[in-house]
């Protein structure tokens, strides 16, 4: 079971409501797969009581399954044989971002393809481009484009995360070292100017890091709902990439913010 690190993130823990607080962990565990009642304490600024109520509240509710000293999300064992990832929502969103990414990939280009459900669309497009070197640490999405002919593929190393199946943390990160490639499509969970970037699981922050750092370009790709939002903690900036991609359900409103802020704000539709 995976260590969770106390870290600065975009929201008050310590006076969240507890229904908002159960959805956050379960948020979390919808990311990691598992946690420990200590860590959770120390993230949310609990006690272990409090989170063993939580967890008692959400195993009732069908979500989870308690275990000694934690929990874990009840179907990724089913997700994982499935090779299925848990985030389906706004896939019409998703399929319309990933057409307009295929714009900006080329034959003989190299690129990085982050975990998630909207990079996960990109792959499905990719089939029939030609010499074209793909680097991730999702799983579903080497699977997918491992036995295409023109596309090699190459995985990073790490610990694996179930619901996203995905491989993270520092030996993720490690990969990327040395690296200068043309591409990297960043996936996230919500961003604000305020904010940033911002993700629910602390250990992909490192390799999310790694992975600008390789890429000459980065195109973030993110549906029109994650706008405005935030998870738990930020990786930086908006300033780290250089495009954001999303659909055309953008409010008018953070249209004129991104463009006030010298943002490139491209719009899938």
Request: hydrophobic share 40%; proline share 1%.
């Amino acid at each position: 079971m995976r260590t969770i690190i106390v870290f600065e993130h975009t929201n008050n823990l310590t006076t969240m409501l507890a229904n908002q607080r159960r959805d956050k962990i379960l948020e979390l565990l919808k990311e990691d797969g598992s946690a420990k009642v200590i860590n959770l304490a120390r993230l949310f600024k609990v006690t272990e009581v409090t989170i063993r109520q939580d967890l008692e509240k959400l195993e009732k509710d069908g979500l989870v399954l308690r275990e000694h000293g934690g929990a874990f999300l009840k179907n990724v064992e089913d997700q994982v044989k499935t090779f299925s990832l848990s985030n389906q929502d706004n896939l019409d969103k998703k399929e319309l971002i990933a057409n307009k990414c295929l714009e900006y990939i080329e034959s003989g280009d190299t690129i990085i393809l982050d975990s998630g459900s909207t990079t996960t669309e990109i792959a499905k497009k990719l089939k029939g481009i030609k010499n074209l070197t793909v680097i991730t640490n999702a799983l579903n999405i080497a699977l997918m484009l491992g036995a295409e002919p023109g596309i090699e593929v190459i995985m990073t190393g790490g610990e694996f995360k179930p619901p996203t199946l995905s491989l993270t943390g520092q030996k993720a990160a490690d990969f990327f070292t040395g690296l200068n490639v043309q591409k990297l499509f960043l996936a996230t969970a919500g961003l604000s100017l305020k904010a940033g970037l911002t993700y629910p699981s602390i250990s992909d922050l490192v390799v999310k890091k790694a992975m600008i750092n390789a890429a000459d370009t980065t195109y973030l790709v993110a549906d029109s709902t994650k706008i405005g939002k935030s998870s738990f903690a930020s990786l930086g900036a908006l300033s780290l990439i250089n495009y954001i991609i999303t659909d055309g359900g953008i409010e008018e409103k953070y249209k004129n913010l991104f463009s006030d802020n010298d943002i490139e704000l491209i719009i899938a539709s």
